[in-house]
């Protein structure tokens, strides 16, 4: 992936932009998307550990530097004691509107103020580094096709390809395809709730499409690749929750209403 100062969580929020959607990222399976992604940059970081599934502070007052993880950090070490699945949903959106912000910092966004019928102000935020955007699409789905040895993929490139399949993003559901980067795929086959929990599992992200042996072949490759991003077992055991978390958001997301 680029050379760039970006984030895990920053990364999977620039995946999900849709340049023709832009308030298509500005959804709870982001929110929960990102929100991921700093949970598991912060176990990384030796700054959260894994206490009997909670999610606990290594010490007091560490910080990383970076606000996006510093305000999440803060958040879990003021808080009651929660799994890392209800830490991917709890006040997701706090995560998601850091992490926007520090994007349009970067200017990799760019936020335009307009006013609701003339009156009520508010902001809209357009993709203004289409060219980092692009490169992050790319690697992602040459990551996840196998153009790339697993043991040769960076451990933080590792982490963004297993993300972006259990939230189904446009890079990770045609990973051999040229699509249009940061697309979120449409509802393909039904899919209940569950039925992708983690990176490793037979019926992980992507195995619905195409035939049964390419099915077996992406949830091997997405085992591989977590095994990379996360070689530490504690780590591996979160990067499962916080997956299956995403997924099961991805799920309720595509599911149909009924009428």
């Given at each position: 992936m680029?050379r760039?100062p970006l984030?895990?969580p920053?990364?999977l929020c620039?995946?999900?932009?849709?340049p023709?959607?832009?308030?298509a990222?500005d959804?709870?399976?982001?929110h929960h998307?990102?929100?991921a992604g700093?949970l598991v940059?912060?176990?990384r970081?030796?700054?959260?550990r894994d206490?009997?599934?909670?999610?606990?502070?290594?010490?007091?007052?560490s910080?990383?530097g970076d606000?996006v993880?510093?305000?999440?950090?803060e958040?879990?070490?003021e808080?009651?004691?929660h799994?890392?699945?209800?830490w991917?949903?709890l006040h997701?959106?706090v995560t998601?509107?850091?992490?926007?912000?520090?994007?349009?910092a970067?200017?990799?966004?760019?936020?335009?103020?307009?006013?609701v019928?003339?009156?009520?102000?508010?902001?809209e935020y357009?993709l203004a580094?289409?060219d980092?955007?692009?490169a992050l699409d790319r690697?992602?789905?040459?990551?996840l096709a196998?153009?790339?040895?697993?043991?040769e993929?960076?451990e933080?490139?590792?982490?963004v390809?297993?993300?972006?399949?259990a939230a189904e993003?446009g890079?990770?559901?045609?990973p051999g395809?040229?699509?249009?980067r940061?697309t979120?795929?449409e509802?393909?086959?039904?899919?209940?709730?569950?039925?992708a929990?983690?990176?490793?599992t037979?019926k992980?992200?992507?195995t619905?499409r195409?035939p049964?042996?390419?099915?077996?072949r992406?949830?091997d490759?997405?085992a591989e690749?977590?095994?990379?991003?996360?070689p530490?077992s504690a780590l591996?055991g979160?990067?499962?929750?916080?997956c299956?978390?995403?997924?099961?958001e991805?799920?309720?997301?595509?599911?149909?209403?009924?009428g």
């Open positions: 680029p760039d984030s895990l920053a990364r620039l995946l999900a932009w849709d023709a959607r832009p308030g990222a959804a709870a399976r982001v998307l990102v929100r700093a940059e912060l176990v970081r030796g700054l959260l206490d009997d599934g909670v999610a606990t502070p290594a010490d007091l007052d910080e990383t606000p993880l510093d305000g999440l950090l958040l879990v070490r808080s009651l004691p799994g890392w699945r209800p991917v949903a997701a959106r998601f509107d850091a992490v926007r912000e520090q994007l349009v970067e200017g990799c966004l760019r936020a335009e103020k307009k006013r019928l003339g009156v009520f102000p508010s902001v357009a580094r289409r980092t955007a692009q690697r992602v789905r040459e990551v196998g153009q790339v040895l697993a043991g993929v960076p933080r490139d590792a982490a390809a297993v993300l972006a399949a993003l890079c990770a559901g045609d395809g040229a699509g249009e940061g979120v795929n509802p393909g086959a039904a899919k209940g709730p569950g039925t929990r983690g990176p490793g037979a992980g992200p992507g619905a195409g049964a042996g390419a099915g077996t992406r949830s490759r997405i690749l977590a095994g990379r991003a996360a530490a591996r979160v990067l499962d929750e916080v299956g978390a995403v997924s099961d991805t799920a309720h997301t595509k599911a149909p209403t009924g």
